[in-house]
């Protein structure tokens, strides 16, 4: 964490390669396939990736040179066309798109430009403007669109574009708890100290929870197929009424990209078709399938406050941690973190990140959905403005927790939520469970 206390060079320094990285990765997912494939629709679910190169530019001119810098307009009249809000995704492929070349054009511009207006920045006053948190704003939008941009190459069809290492082993010979018990009390949930936090994260506040217990690992793809092969989702009794009736609607029986046969089950994986290997975390599975799992196990999901202070929580100290292995950025040790893998290690993996409490693999892996509505915490100022956040507070959204393998370190936190509607199967999204303990068992 870099604030305007450490001299503006090294907050200068610190946002130049938050911007940096972030443009390297969203030329690497857009220059490994052909043009073709980037104003193609893959999936009603998802925009063209060419739509995601230029809403990136056209965000960033917004609010670094228009609104930091006090520029004219580059493009003014493109931006009712990267408007997220103004054409839903299944409606973009229609829209007079910049064409992948000068959409391209545009982001180098812009970019360019940004520097400029880096260099000659304050970095301090205004809020916008102060610890640098316009420039991280653009850094974890540009991160959340390459991270969306990879949700799209996931379901696009054809060979495989991209290549990284596999993730990984789990460490061998010692026996982790099924779960953990973290003890009743209250902690500190959200944070007012990280400069670049986004305004849900915000402000920092006292919340009181009883004892409950947590799964020390995310749930596995052994365990779920358990799930499948008990007749899960067959079963209404596991079900809410509206889970069942989307699992009936749309004949669900297992997460997306598996499929049953030559006697096992397959996935898909950025175009290649592989065994689903069972000690992986669980993904492509809804909100609803996490919730009907969880009462098949006979537990429940835990909530948004009860997964953050198992994370955060120092019972030494009673403080809440940036991290749940404490105070230092993410390093590749600590999570599985930044696309470095294409797709999460197995359960048990990354000792070095586990909390205090011994909760592992919080941070990485796979979004974890909560039983959470995105609602706004006591005292929420939108900032800086109302669409990133406020106009979601509400029951149509579930909170999603602790980032996944495609997660940047820049939008890595453990303050950090996410939010989708309960169907969503497209994220990287899986879970782990939770349980109220009996009061002897917290006594």
């Known amino acids: 964490m870099v604030t305007a206390a450490h001299g503006r060079a090294a907050l200068r320094a610190h946002a130049f390669d938050a911007l940096t990285r972030a443009r390297t990765r969203t030329l690497a997912l857009s220059d490994c396939v052909e043009d073709a494939e980037l104003t193609a629709q893959h999936s009603p679910l998802m925009s063209p990736l060419v739509w995601d190169m230029a809403h990136i530019g056209n965000q960033e001119e917004q609010w670094l040179l228009r609104a930091v810098g006090g520029r004219a307009p580059l493009r003014p009249e493109i931006d009712s066309l990267y408007d997220a809000f103004e054409h839903p995704r299944a409606e973009r492929p229609s829209l007079p798109l910049l064409p992948p070349n000068e959409a391209r054009a545009y982001l180098a511009k812009v970019r360019g430009d940004a520097f400029r207006v880096l260099e000659r920045a304050q970095l301090e006053g205004r809020p916008l403007v102060a610890d640098g948190f316009a420039f991280g704003m653009i850094a974890q939008h540009e991160q959340q669109h390459a991270e969306t941009m990879l949700i799209t190459h996931q379901l696009r069809r054809g060979p495989a574009a991209l290549t990284a290492p596999p993730p990984p082993a789990a460490p061998t010979g010692t026996a982790l708890p099924q779960e953990v018990l973290v003890p009743g009390g209250s902690f500190t949930m959200g944070t007012d100290d990280e400069p670049w936090a986004l305004d849900n994260e915000r402000p920092a506040h006292r919340r009181e929870l ?113 991290f749940p292995w404490g105070g230092a950025d993410p390093e590749p040790h600590h999570a599985n973190l930044g696309q470095r893998h294409l797709g999460p290690a197995p359960v048990g993996g990354y000792p070095d990140g586990a909390s205090a409490l011994g909760v592992r693999q919080l941070m990485g892996e796979v979004w974890e959905w909560t039983s959470s509505d995105f609602a706004p915490y006591p005292g929420f100022t939108a900032f800086p403005y109302r669409e990133y956040s406020e106009v979601f507070f509400g029951p149509s959204y579930k909170v999603l927790r602790g980032g996944c393998f495609g997660t940047d370190p820049v939008v890595a936190r453990a303050t950090f939520r996410n939010w989708d509607h309960p169907v969503r199967r497209q994220i990287f999204a899986g879970f782990r469970t939770a349980r109220t303990p009996a009061p002897e068992e917290s006594a």
């Not at 992986?280 to 609803?288: D, K, L, R």
């Not at 009462?295 to 941690?321: F, I, M, Q, V």
Request: proline fraction near 9%; aromatic fraction near 16%.
């Open 210 to 322: 009883p004892a409950f217990c947590i799964d020390t690992l995310p749930v596995s793809n052994g365990a779920y197929l358990r799930f499948i092969e008990d007749g899960g989702y067959a079963d209404p009794r596991w079900w809410t009424p509206a889970g069942w009736d989307h699992v009936r609607r749309n004949g669900l029986r297992a997460p997306l990209f598996w499929r049953q046969e030559q006697g096992g089950w397959w996935r898909r994986r950025f175009g290649v078709r592989e065994p689903v290997p069972e000690a992986e975390p669980v993904m492509h599975v809804s909100w609803y399938e996490a919730d009907a799992y969880a009462r098949w196990a006979g537990r429940r999901l835990p909530t948004e406050a009860e997964w953050e202070k198992a994370a955060r929580l120092d019972p030494d100290t009673g403080r809440s941690r940036r």
